[in-house]
């Protein structure tokens, strides 16, 4: 009989810890998400939809910008999973190349923009707690994270790149 009451007080005990963690989210993080994603969007709004759309062609053309520039826009603008869209002005040979791009980015940006890809930030928010109660700056960690994945995404593009040129020709 012990173990039926036991079981009862623990699984009512696991949602009330849910919902404090889910409390702690909308008194927290969530109105900071919120507020940047409206910032976002009106920014995108003032520059005007078709200028937009025309700087995303120009990034398109050159590799340095398609495989840095592009995806860095993607995710800050429309967020994943709707980054994704942005293949759309890549040529189809390409697309594999920002698509590996693009996805190699998307726990980096969350340091600094953690609206972007909210449902991977606690891959960033664990390395943080530790350096924080380690003593360290989380700041330093979030732009040292950001700027590597910027590397990691331009050679993740390039190589992926070559590798579909040399599939399609043996194709």
């Known amino acids: 009989m012990e173990w039926i009451q036991w079981f009862g ?3 009512i005990g696991m949602f009330n810890a849910g919902g404090e963690q889910f409390m702690s989210l909308i008194t927290g993080i969530v109105p900071t998400l919120v507020v940047l994603l409206t910032f976002t969007y009106a920014l995108i709004k ?38 994704y869209t942005f293949g759309r002005f890549v040529e189809e ?6 698509f590996d791009s693009l996805v190699s980015f998307l726990h980096p940006v969350t340091a600094l923009f953690p609206y972007a890809n909210a449902g991977e930030l606690f891959v960033y928010l664990g390395i943080a707690n530790g350096l924080t109660q380690a003593g360290y700056s989380t700041s330093e ?19 992926t790149e070559q ?3 040399f599939l399609m020709r043996r194709m």
Request: positive net charge; without cysteine.
């Open 9 to 11: 007080e623990h699984f």
């Open 46 to 83: 003032f520059i005007g939809e078709d200028r937009v759309t025309k700087a995303i062609r120009f990034t398109s053309k050159y590799a340095l910008l398609r495989y840095t520039v592009m995806p860095i826009l993607s995710i800050l603008l429309l967020t994943n999973p709707m980054a």
């Open 93 to 98: 040979r390409q697309k594999p190349a920002f």
């Open 141 to 159: 960690l979030a732009v040292r994270f950001f700027l590597v994945g910027i590397v990691v995404m331009l050679i993740r593009g390039m190589l």
């Open 163 to 165: 590798i579909t040129k």
